[in-house]
C-alpha cells in the first residue's frame, strides 16, 4: 500500500527504510518516527518562510512569522494529512489503534513531519521542498495578507460564489468504529460541475474538510 502514499505525495523513495519509519509510531515499536518528525518540522518551517518571503515582498517580518506559524501548526499538518489518507498508512501500537489513533490530529500532524524528513534524507533538499510546496499550494495561494488563512471549505465556498455556481452540498454516507473511535464518511457533492468527492475523519468537520480538498483539486484539473 505505501506506493499509494508515495503517489499521493509525488515521491518515491529508494531507501523504504525511511518510509517505513516515518510511518511508524512509538506505540508500534522501534526505531520509530520522532527523530525524523525533529527533521521534517526544521524542513518544513525553513521552506514555509522561504515561500512567505518570496511571495510577500511587501510583508513585515512579524506579520510574516503569525502566517507561518499559522501554516505550520497542528490544524494545518493535520487537514494535509487528512487530503492523504495518510492515517491508513500509520504503523500503530494496539492501543492507538483501538482508540483512534490513525486519526488523531496530533498523530497524524507528526507522521507527515516525520515523513518530510524522510523523504529530505532520501532524496535532498530541493525534492523535500518540492514535496511540501506542493501540498501547501492551496494554502499558501489562499492566503491574503491581514486576513486569517481560509480552510478548504472556505476557499471551496467562495470560488463558486465567484462563478456564481451553487454551492456544495456536504453529506454523511457513513460511519465506522466504536462511538469513541468513530470514523464519519462524507461525500462533497458539486452538481453544477458534475464533481463528487469523498473524505473520512474522526469528525465529520474533518471529513467535510477533506472531501472539499479534494473537490479544489478536482477543480484544478485540466
Known sequence: MAYQLERAVGHTFSDSSLLQTALTHRS???????RLEFLGDSILNGVIARQLFDRFP???EGDLSRLRANLVRQD???QLALSLSLGKFLRL???ELKSGGSQRPSILADALEALFGAIWLDAGYDVASGVIVRLYDGLLTAIVPGQPIKDAKTRLQEILQGKRLPLPKYLLIGTEGEAHAQQFKIACEIDSLRIRTEGSGGSRRAA???AAERALERMQQP
Open 28 to 34: 508500534h515499536s522501534s526505531p520509530h518516527n520522532e
Open 58 to 60: 511587501d510583508v513585515p
Open 76 to 78: 494545518s499538518l493535520h
Open 93 to 95: 501500537g494496539e492501543g
Open 208 to 210: 467535510e474538510q477533506m
